[in-house]
């Protein structure tokens, strides 16, 4: 079954272009000029990712992204953000705001199409793993992208619950800071690799007893570490 690809872009020649490339990718697309036509569309049928130009006619994108990670039905669409404002703190923005990438125009086609494809098989893992019991206390649910401590919902930012979800995969194995910032923003590494450790802190400091099990490997990076005596 082929990936449902939306593209929200105002200048019709690469809206075109990129609707061409994408159904020559294996990908069916469905084309807008602005923001509002998607989000009504969205009420109907959801796609399998999203790229969204930030300067649009009726919306800025962040706005759109913020939208769509504050409603529950919309909250896990893949969005890969295009726009030609290419300063750190839109990059920072759009990333903070749960962009899954963010791409600087002029791109490569080929690259964008690479960056689909990484953000797409991240997408599947997560729906795939479901739900991971880390004890009888404290679980992991891939697909709500929640967290739960006996029985309560912990109050996760995305990307601590994605740092979670990396270093839960592979139990024991160092993950270093780099790595953990691939994990998040694929190749866009704007943020500085301490940012890391401050995630890793509000991680720790929401997960209870749990906390211990984030370890920090001193020169390497950090890994998960279940507990000896799940509960």
């Known amino acids: 079954m082929r990936t449902m690809i939306y593209i929200v872009e105002d200048e019709s020649d690469i809206l075109e272009l990129l609707a061409l490339k994408l159904q020559s990718a294996g990908y069916d697309t469905r084309c807008f000029t602005a923001a509002q036509p998607m989000l009504s ?3 109907n049928q959801i ?3 999203l790229l969204l130009d930030l300067m649009l006619p009726d919306l800025d994108g962040f706005e759109v992204c913020s939208r769509l990670r504050q409603n529950p039905a919309w909250e896990k ?3 890969i953000m295009l726009t030609a404002r290419v300063g750190v703190e839109d990059r920072i923005s ?3 705001l749960g962009a899954d990438d963010y791409i600087a125009k002029p791109f490569d086609t ?3 199409i690479s960056r689909i494809k990484a953000v797409l098989r991240r997408s599947e893992w997560e729906t795939a793993k479901n739900i991971l019991q880390i004890s009888t206390r404290f679980l992991l649910d891939f697909n709500r992208y929640e967290a739960t401590l006996d029985g309560r919902r912990l109050d996760l930012t995305l990307t601590e619950f994605k740092i979670l979800q990396l270093l839960t995969k592979r139990p024991g194995w160092v ?3 780099a790595q953990i910032l691939d ?3 694929g190749n866009d590494k704007i943020v500085i690799e301490r940012s890391v450790d401050v995630h ?3 991680l720790r400091d929401k997960i209870g007893d749990y906390a211990s099990s984030v370890q920090n490997i001193r020169g390497l990076g950090y890994k998960f570490e279940p507990p000896v005596k799940p509960s």
Do not use: A, D, Q, T
């Open 41 to 43: 569309v969205l009420e």
């Open 94 to 96: 759009g990333l903070e």
């Open 110 to 112: 080929g690259e964008l």
């Open 47 to 49: 796609p399998g990712l």
């Open 77 to 79: 669409i893949p969005i």
């Open 175 to 177: 993950y270093s800071r």
């Open 200 to 202: 890793i802190k509000n």
């Open 183 to 185: 994990w998040l923003w």
